[in-house]
Nanobody
Framework: VQLQASGGGLVQVGGSLRLSCIASELISRFDNVAWYRQPPGKQRELVASINSGGLTNYIDSVKGRFTISKDNAKNTVDLQMDSLKPEDTAVYYC???????????WGRGTQVTVSS
């Protein structure tokens, strides 16, 4: 099983980007899918998550600006990022978990750079 992320890039402050992560198997099988990020010189942090029931969770710094969504038919989980700030600059990773099977998958990161 693989996760493949795409959509990163360079954007100016206030701009938007949409990250997409596609799974090689049914994404509906995962209990939780999420986007993490790792800013330069900092630890990786959870940005947003969505569980199998569609319940979403966001860190405070992105609430109202980022939206996570899942498309079970396409096996994708997207992160719409609006009103981007320089502090959003990071490598973004998608993650998928199946707790009962001990599955914890990571996609390759995609770089997001917000210039001021």
């Amino acid at each position: 099983v693989q996760l493949q992320a795409s959509g990163g890039g360079l954007v100016q402050v206030g701009g938007s980007l949409r990250l997409s992560c596609i799974a090689s198997e049914l994404i509906s099988r995962f209990d939780n899918v999420a986007w993490y990020r790792q800013p330069p010189g900092k630890q990786r942090e959870l940005v947003a998550s969505i569980n199998s029931g569609g319940l979403t969770n966001y860190i405070d710094s992105v609430k109202g600006r980022f939206t996570i969504s899942k498309d079970n038919a396409k096996n994708t989980v997207d992160l719409q990022m609006d009103s981007l700030k320089p502090e959003d600059t990071a490598v973004y990773y998608c993650n998928a978990k199946r707790y009962s099977f001990g599955v914890d998958l990571w996609g390759r990161g995609t770089q997001v750079t917000v210039s001021s």
